[in-house]
């Protein structure tokens, strides 16, 4: 009988604010043997590119200050309702208190998070006008680092609607759970067509995580917009 793949085992559990019974994406999924990452994985773009009759050159982006304020947001249970008037999510009755404020000073920029993933490249720079950046609060990470994760919401002319999110302390977590409350966070509430976790290299147990990633249609980004950092592996799945 197929089995759902093992999450990553540490104490601390998954992002606090994934409960009752799993998604559908995260059940039914076969086991087959583990395995480190793929040398040449199939090539992946993200976000990939909207048809258009009227476009077919790459859109240049004014340089400008991030003007829009991070904001902090926390991952629903499966059961939760969305609320896209709101500027935060609905907190769970078990979460003890909300997220950061956007004055927390650890908060990261757009303009940080985009220099993390995208370190030396002027056009992810000049994509500040389309980029969103906020915090996804965890309620019971076993470590700082698995409690908050930055991210950005990347809104590129003629591209799909992103969410990417930095993705440290990934391995002292149940994956597959948070990442599946993540996808229903990008598709439901953020209404992003893509997301994109950023994984260090040097995370242990990269290879499993990127395993567990892949009973979630996760595929190794080969082709990001920008130039991306050396030291991340970038891992999108289409919502």
């Given at each position: 009988?197929?089995?759902?793949p093992?999450?990553?085992?540490k104490?601390g559990?998954?992002l606090?604010?994934?409960?009752?019974?799993?998604t559908?994406?995260?059940?039914?999924?076969p086991i087959?043997?583990?395995f480190?990452?793929?040398?040449s994985?199939?090539?992946?773009s993200?976000p990939?590119?909207i048809?258009?009759?009227?476009?077919?050159h790459?859109?240049k982006?004014p340089l400008?200050?991030d003007?829009s304020?991070?904001?902090p947001h926390?991952i629903?249970s499966?059961n939760?309702h969305?609320?896209?008037?709101?500027?935060?999510l609905q907190?769970?009755p078990?979460s003890?208190?909300?997220?950061?404020?956007?004055?927390d000073?650890?908060?990261?920029?757009?303009?940080e998070v985009?220099?993390?993933?995208f370190?030396n490249s002027?056009?992810?720079?000049?994509?500040?006008?389309?980029?969103?950046?906020?915090?996804i609060?965890?309620r019971?990470?076993?470590t700082p680092?698995?409690?908050?994760?930055d991210?950005?919401?990347?809104s590129?002319p003629?591209?799909?609607r992103?969410?990417?999110v930095i993705?440290?302390?990934?391995e002292?977590?149940?994956?597959r759970?948070s990442?599946?409350?993540?996808?229903?966070?990008?598709?439901?509430?953020?209404?992003?067509?893509?997301f994109?976790?950023?994984l260090?290299?040097n995370?242990?147990?990269?290879?499993?995580?990127?395993?567990?990633?892949?009973y979630?249609?996760?595929q190794i980004?080969?082709?990001p917009?920008?130039?991306?950092?050396?030291?991340?592996?970038?891992?999108g799945?289409?919502?």
């Amino acid at each position: 009988m197929d089995k759902c793949p093992p999450d990553i085992p540490k104490s601390g559990g998954s992002l606090g604010c994934v409960t009752g019974n799993p998604t559908s994406r995260a059940t039914g999924f076969p086991i087959p043997p583990r395995f480190p990452i793929p040398a040449s994985p199939s090539s992946t773009s993200f976000p990939r590119p909207i048809p258009s009759a009227h476009s077919h050159h790459v859109p240049k982006y004014p340089l400008t200050p991030d003007s829009s304020p991070d904001l902090p947001h926390n991952i629903p249970s499966p059961n939760s309702h969305y609320s896209k008037s709101n500027s935060q999510l609905q907190t769970p009755p078990q979460s003890p208190e909300d997220g950061p404020s956007s004055n927390d000073p650890n908060t990261l920029t757009a303009l940080e998070v985009l220099a993390t993933l995208f370190p030396n490249s002027e056009a992810a720079r000049a994509a500040l006008p389309y980029a969103r950046a906020l915090r996804i609060t965890s309620r019971q990470g076993a470590t700082p680092e698995a409690s908050t994760w930055d991210g950005v919401v990347l809104s590129l002319p003629g591209q799909e609607r992103t969410l990417y999110v930095i993705g440290r302390g990934a391995e002292a977590l149940m994956l597959r759970e948070s990442v599946t409350a993540l996808l229903d966070l990008a598709d439901e509430y953020l209404e992003c067509t893509a997301f994109v976790i950023a994984l260090e290299k040097n995370t242990p147990g990269l290879g499993d995580l990127v395993h567990a990633l892949t009973y979630l249609s996760g595929q190794i980004v080969k082709k990001p917009p920008f130039v991306p950092n050396p030291a991340y592996v970038l891992v999108g799945i289409e919502l």
